[in-house]
Nanobody, 122 residues
Framework: QLQLVESGGGLVQPGGSLRLSCSVS????????INWFRQVPGKEREGISC????????VHAAPVKGRFTISRDRTKNMVYLEMNNLKPEDTAVYYC???????????????WGQGTQVTVSS
């Protein structure tokens, strides 16, 4: 049973940067694709980034492409989301999720963290 714990959220001004972390325990990253999702009240959870079990392939959704970067550290069992040039519309609760497959399938993850709040405001 995988356990995921997000950290690194907070309040940042427009144009600023944050790095979110997802600590994974109970399994080895090699066997799981890790996703970042975000959700605002009243809307569905939105998938924004994914990295494969190998870490070789990453995928970013159009709203964050060129601004967000997903990466992983196998030695620490950590996955990161580097967020630059943040905009007010990036305000959401951010979740990391692990699929039961080593590739980004597009299906909802099997395992989820508890989420971390990101607020972009001046």
């Amino acid at each position: 049973q995988l356990q995921l714990v997000e950290s690194g959220g907070g309040l940042v001004q427009p144009g600023g940067s944050l790095r979110l972390s997802c600590s994974v325990s109970g399994g080895t990253l090699d066997y799981y694709a890790i996703n970042w999702f975000r959700q605002v009240p009243g809307k569905e959870r939105e998938g924004i980034s994914c990295t494969t079990g190998s870490g070789i392939t990453t995928v970013h959704a159009a709203p964050v492409k060129g601004r967000f970067t997903i990466s992983r550290d196998r030695t620490k069992n950590m996955v990161y989301l580097e967020m630059n040039n943040l905009k007010p519309e990036d305000t959401a609760v951010y979740y990391c999720g692990a699929e039961s497959l080593p590739y980004c399938s597009g299906y909802p993850p099997t395992y989820w963290g508890q989420g971390t709040q990101v607020t972009v405001s001046s």
